[in-house]
């Protein structure tokens, strides 16, 4: 998809349960680093066999590839726009989903969670909810072993103002999930905590694992799972 903002293009992958002649408006899943989620997490074979199972309704997937991970992921404005005022009506046009921000839910796991939540917290109608994996949720206290990053004091300005944000006028829901013994976790808990301050619905589940695919992947169930019926249905 053609982007102004970032002077290129995203690609996306399109997957849907059920034709793709069929009228029908259904609810759309968007997912950062959407290829590595199928092909190292299997993301779409467990999709398929949940909605096939009518263990969750049926629904589209958006698989976003990123341009530049460690720019645009990185709590990076321009990204922000490029979604939400680019991807996001492409994808309404070509893939439209049922009135309402909760038929558009966010996913990402590390940075790419972190970019999620940026979009959220520019644009609030972009996703009516947030399904972040061990997302890089960053502050100069914490983290510094992470301040080889370009974009560190970036992404530690933009979550150091979610944190000390005492009111927030468009909470929704967010699931989270992190492994107990990666170096992300007490940065995860900080923003768990403060997200529930402002209002949100907000839960964090802390696993036996690190920061990787597999870890992530064996959280879709119950979590994701239980998170897009109770959205959808």
Not at 7 to 18: A, C, F, P, S, Y
Not at 56 to 77: G, T, V
Not at 129 to 135: A, E, P, R
Not at 170 to 192: D, F, K, Q, Y
Request: charged content about 25%; proline content about 7%.
């Amino acid at each position: 998809m053609e982007s102004a903002h970032l002077d290129g293009r995203i690609r996306v992958r399109l997957w849907r349960k059920g034709e793709w002649n069929d009228p029908r408006p259904l609810p759309l899943l968007v997912v950062h680093d959407g290829p590595e989620y199928a092909d190292y997490a299997s993301l779409i074979v467990m999709l398929e066999h949940m909605t096939a199972r009518s263990e969750l309704p049926p629904m589209q997937l958006a698989l976003l590839a990123p341009l530049d991970r460690n720019e645009h992921y990185c709590a990076s404005p321009s990204y922000s726009r490029a979604l939400a005022e680019e991807v996001l009506p492409q994808l309404e046009r070509i893939a439209p989903s049922p009135p309402g921000t909760k038929m558009r839910i966010g996913m990402g796991a590390s940075l790419g969670a972190l970019a999620m939540l940026r979009v959220h917290r520019l644009y609030p109608d972009a996703f009516g909810g947030l399904f972040l994996q061990s997302g890089s949720f960053f502050s100069e206290q914490m983290d510094v072993q992470e301040s080889w990053l370009g974009r560190f004091e970036e992404i530690t300005r933009f979550m150091n103002g979610v944190r000390t944000e005492t009111t927030w006028g468009h909470p929704i829901r967010v699931e989270m999930t992190c492994g107990s013994v990666e170096e992300n976790l007490l940065n995860n808990r900080a923003t768990e905590a403060a997200l529930a301050a402002q209002g949100y619905e907000v839960a964090l589940h802390e696993h036996p694992d690190a920061h990787n695919w597999v870890s992530w992947r064996d959280t879709f169930d119950p979590f994701l799972v239980e998170f897009l019926r109770d959205a959808w249905g």
